[in-house]
Antibody, heavy 125, light 113 residues
């Protein structure tokens, strides 16, 4: 089955750290860009970060730049998000999503066609 | 950053009637080299993750009912549900994947009248 499964969320104090994981299955993980998207309680969707299929290039939303690090292990079919210096406003459901399909230098798509069910991060003292 | 503004914020439509949601972009998301609009539409039912409905502004994702259609180009886009069904109650988001940050609209909450 083609799916993404997030884990690693929980309750953390302001200033603390957490590492999220996203396990991919049913498709060739190493052929896709991957993203993290978050949704604060009762709010809309906010894109957080993107990583190329080979892990070479990463980008971040301004609100998390310098605090969050996206990475991936293609041998383990797993995407990560290391979150440091967490703030109250980082409280959200964090989704991983599949993006652009790339084989060699040829890429297609870019829309987010597969989503996990999310993992909840709560930052509170 | 590209700002996407959806209208309306909420919408109530009778079963079997048409629902229309608009999305306006602060700059064009049409890539001239391939003539594609880098705009997608997502459905998020209560308690569920988002689901891709439409990409390239008008291409329906596999498995999406044909009552869903997308139109528009450049900066103005529309999602239309031709005959509303009960299972269409959800929040709908547009998103641009033209450039990072890959922004979403604020969402439109669709209910049954």
């Amino acid at each position: 089955e083609v799916q993404l499964v997030e884990s690693g969320g929980g309750l953390v104090q302001p200033g603390g750290s957490l590492r999220l994981s996203c396990a991919a299955s049913g498709f060739t993980f190493s052929d896709y860009w991957m993203h993290w998207v978050r949704q604060a309680p009762g709010k809309g969707l906010m894109w957080v970060s993107r990583i190329y299929n080979d892990g070479i290039s990463t980008i971040y939303a301004d609100s998390v730049k310098g605090r969050f690090t996206i990475s991936r292990d293609n041998a383990k079919n797993t995407l990560y998000l290391q979150m440091n210096s967490l703030r109250d406003e980082d409280t959200a459901l964090y989704y991983c999503a599949r993006g652009q399909h790339c084989i060699g230098s040829s890429c297609s798509g870019g829309y987010f066609d597969l989503w996990g069910r999310g993992t909840l991060v709560t930052v509170s003292s | 950053d590209i700002v996407l503004t959806q209208s309306p914020d909420s919408l109530a439509v009778s079963l079997g009637e048409r629902a229309t949601i608009n999305c306006k972009s602060s700059q064009s998301v049409l890539y001239s080299s391939n003539n594609k609009n880098y705009l997608g539409w997502y459905q998020q039912r209560p308690g569920q993750p988002p689901r891709l409905l439409i990409y390239w502004a008008s291409t329906r994702e596999s498995g999406v009912p044909d009552r869903f259609s997308g139109s528009g180009s450049g900066t103005d886009f529309t999602l239309t549900i031709s005959s509303l069904q009960a299972e269409d109650v959800a929040v709908y988001y547009c998103q641009q994947y033209y450039s990072s940050p890959y922004t979403f609209g604020q969402g439109t909450n669709l209910e049954i009248k």
